[in-house]
């Protein structure tokens, strides 16, 4: 089983709490924490967090984003002890291109020191598109000289950063948007959606439940 989220809503949090902008991402961390224990409890096999959009560092400014590398440097160093301690496997997804070479590093430093891992995979998204992704996938595949007779929905896999994981069976978007803005685009066929007001420093334990709840109700039956 894979469980997704869309961590949206750090920044408006912080504004209702009267509280400065980047403050809102700090609470991102806790929260992250919190769902990969609550998904590790419920045996869950992968679970997957887009932490920032490849639009995202398109769009924002150089501060903020120089504070939410640093924060995502912060929370992988706390992290991993945990993710060490329960043989929790640590993965990432990125466009290569255009993150910092210290937060890369950081990251695949995580991913070489967890990957031994067995009951849990931890997949974290940054500087991510869906889009760009599917572009990218065809670029390698074009790179490779690829033959296009033998290219088919599955086969394509190979060429995508996320192709190495399966499809989301739930995506948990909070914050109030009912769009999942490509995430996990070409694997989403028949992923289950959870959209929830709830913003992600308040998305705790009850929220976790009420979205794992819809996933057990739901009639998947896969197209058949």
């Known amino acids: 089983m894979h469980f997704s989220f869309i961590m949206d809503g750090n920044r408006r949090w912080a504004k209702q709490h009267m509280l400065q902008t980047l403050l809102g991402h700090q609470e991102w961390r806790i929260r992250l924490e919190e769902m990969v224990e609550l998904c590790y409890n419920e045996r869950i096999e992968y679970c997957s967090f887009w932490a920032l959009a490849k639009k995202n560092i398109e769009?924002?400014?150089?501060?903020?984003?120089?504070?939410?590398?640093?924060?995502?440097?912060?929370?992988?160093e706390k992290l991993l002890p945990k993710l060490l301690e329960k043989s929790i496997k640590f993965e990432w997804v990125w466009n290569p291109l255009i993150l910092p070479s210290y937060t890369t590093e950081l990251l695949n430093s995580a991913r070489e020191k967890t990957k031994n891992g067995t009951n849990m995979t931890c997949i974290l998204a940054i500087g991510y598109g869906g889009q760009d992704e599917i572009i990218r996938g065809i670029q390698k595949f074009i790179e490779q000289n690829g033959d296009i007779r033998l290219l088919d929905e599955t086969t394509f896999l190979s060429f995508l950063d996320t192709g190495r994981f399966p499809p989301p069976d739930l995506i948990v978007r909070t914050g109030g948007d009912t769009r999942h803005s490509g995430y996990f685009l070409y694997q989403s066929e028949y992923s289950e959606y959870y959209f929830t007001e709830t913003l992600w420093p308040d998305f705790k334990e009850r929220e976790f439940y009420k979205a794992f709840e819809t996933l057990k109700d739901a009639n998947r039956n896969f197209g058949k």
Request: no cysteine.
């Open 59 to 76: 769009n924002r400014s150089k501060e903020e984003l120089e504070y939410l590398y640093k924060l995502f440097s912060e929370s992988i």
